[in-house]
């Protein structure tokens, strides 16, 4: 069984450092793109940074430049470095991996982690 496990969430103050980590677990052959999402209170959940296969990342404006997404494909899992935390950068965070392949399958599912709260107040 395929399942992905997020750690890392916490609570800072402004200013403040969080990584946070997702790991896809099970008999997985391959995985394509990793992502990170986050959902504030009463918001619509969205798309903060993603990585491709080949390791491009491309992030939503407002976190360039103070988070970092990679990625350890021998592992299958990816990272969100943040830095310089803000109380707008508070949610809850979710990872994305998509097109998991599991061993002996000819198609990839999407799978979403559970979710880890990132709470950033003074």
């Known amino acids: 069984q395929v399942q992905l496990v997020e750690s890392g969430g916490g609570s800072v103050q402004p200013g403040g450092s969080l990584t946070l980590s997702c790991a896809a677990t099970?008999?997985?052959?391959?995985?394509?793109?990793m992502a990170w999402h986050r959902q504030a209170p009463g918001k619509q959940r969205e798309q903060v940074a993603i990585?491709?296969?080949?390791?491009?990342?491309n992030y939503k404006h407002t976190v360039e430049g103070r988070f970092t997404i990679s990625r350890d494909n021998s592992k299958n899992t990816t990272y969100l470095q943040m830095n310089d935390l803000k109380p707008e950068d508070t949610g809850v965070y979710y990872c994305?991996?998509?097109?998991?392949?599991?061993?002996?399958?000819?198609?990839?599912?999407?799978?979403w982690g559970q979710g880890t709260q990132v709470t950033v107040s003074s």
């Open positions: 990585i491709s296969s080949g390791g491009y990342a």
């Open positions: 099970g008999p997985i052959a391959s995985v394509s793109g």
């Open positions: 994305l991996i998509r097109s998991i392949r599991r061993v002996g399958d000819s198609y990839g599912m999407d799978y």
